[in-house]
């Protein structure tokens, strides 16, 4: 019995996977196809926290931009120490391109990100709001993707779907296979279906009347998902949270397995806090352990068919991102690995009860929200 249901979880797995590629080729159809929306002056915020890799190349694409109206960089950290600075110095800026250096050490809660955010937030004096994560970088028709989504009536903010890069090494390649070949497809599949609730750090953009609306930064000072809370309280406010027609690149830099795990259980912790019973979906969408489990319990054709249809779907799915994205992400003779690591991170992120980001240990509260230990 326990072998027949192993099989039929890992069967109805790479359905909902090859479900998940057809969601992203679909998703395909609409780059460079949607209207693209009118230039107007645009204050880009980008909390910074420490080097990474490539940080200088992340911020400079998101100032390179064929964008007919003047683009403002505000970048904040909170050390004035902070090598980030370096990078913000370096970028090429001109007079209709401009980088703002925030140093500013006050803390506004346990979520260090919107405590930057809040001192940053005086800087920025546009009517367009755009904020994104540091390890994002943008193409160059991203703020016009964007507008234009934003322009749609009923949307009150919009967000970016996001593909990976390994920016430090092997640890840090396997991540980048998780965001392009596993939670790329999902969010993907869930927008087709219309069920996606998705607003993530890769990118919020809002007008500053709504932001205003919905509190501010400040609302969300001592929540660990503020990207997710702040499109619930757009949503609230009746407005829809629309998916832009354009992928952005996410810059993985985790030098180690350990690293890499710290930084996936908190994010899966995150998701798990927000929709228990998400997370357990998105387990099917990893059939592979089921599928090797069912062939080591009764090994032969039928559950060795199973392995190869399970790893056949996450090539296919590969297969199509890439296709999207115009670059192969990671070898896909990792794509098993990647598979089993994931499935160990969801099991395991129902245990965890505190994570650490940015140097602070967190410790996870109800409804979402955290505090520093």
């Not at 993907?188 to 990118?203: K, N, P, R």
């Not at 407005?239 to 952005?248: E, K, N, S, Y």
């Not at 296709?323 to 969801?346: E, I, N, S």
Request: aromatic share 6%.
């Amino acid at each position: 019995m326990l072998v027949f249901i192993l099989g039929g979880i890992a069967a109805i797995g790479s359905g909902l996977v090859l479900a998940a590629a057809w969601a992203s080729w679909r998703f395909g159809a609409r780059l460079g196809a949607a209207p693209l929306g009118r230039a107007e002056p645009v204050s880009l915020l980008k909390p910074l926290h420490g080097a990474e890799p490539q940080l200088r190349a992340n911020l400079q694409s998101f100032l390179d931009q064929d964008w007919a109206a003047p683009i403002t960089l505000v970048a904040g950290i909170q050390r004035e120490s902070d090598p980030a600075a370096e990078a913000v110095a370096a970028l090429a800026t001109g007079d209709d391109r401009r980088a703002v250096l925030v140093a500013d050490a006050r803390r506004h809660g346990a979520n260090a990100k919107v405590g930057n955010l809040i001192n940053m937030a005086p800087a920025a004096d546009a009517d367009l709001i755009v904020l994104s994560d540091s390890d994002i970088a943008a193409p160059r028709d991203y703020l016009s993707c964007i507008a234009g989504a934003l322009a749609t009536p009923g949307v009150g903010a919009v967000t970016c779907a996001y593909a990976g890069r390994g920016d430090g090494g092997f640890w840090s390649l396997l991540g980048a296979a998780m965001l392009s070949y596993q939670f790329l497809p999902s969010v993907l599949f869930a927008d087709a279906l219309g069920t996606g609730d998705a607003c993530m750090g890769s990118t919020i953009a809002l007008r500053r009347e709504m932001l205003t609306r919905i509190g501010g930064f400040e609302a969300f000072a001592d929540i660990l998902a503020d990207d997710h809370a702040i499109g619930a309280a757009v949503r609230a406010q009746g407005l829809q949270v629309a998916l832009a027609p354009v992928i952005v690149t996410h810059g993985s830099v985790e030098p180690s397995l350990p690293a890499l795990l710290r930084h996936e259980l908190r994010w899966a912790a995150t998701v798990r806090d927000l929709n228990p019973g998400r997370m357990l979906g998105m387990t099917l969408l990893h059939p592979l352990p089921f599928a090797l489990a069912a062939l080591a319990l009764a090994p032969g054709w039928a559950t060795g068919a199973l392995v190869a249809l399970a790893i056949g779907t996450r090539l296919t799915v590969a297969a199509v991102v890439d296709g999207l994205t115009g670059r192969k992400t990671a070898p896909w003779l990792l794509l098993p690995l990647r598979d089993l690591l994931t499935f160990g991170v969801h099991v395991s992120c129902f245990f965890v009860r505190r994570v650490e980001w940015q140097g602070a240990r967190l410790a996870m509260r109800e409804a979402g929200r955290i505090e520093a230990q």
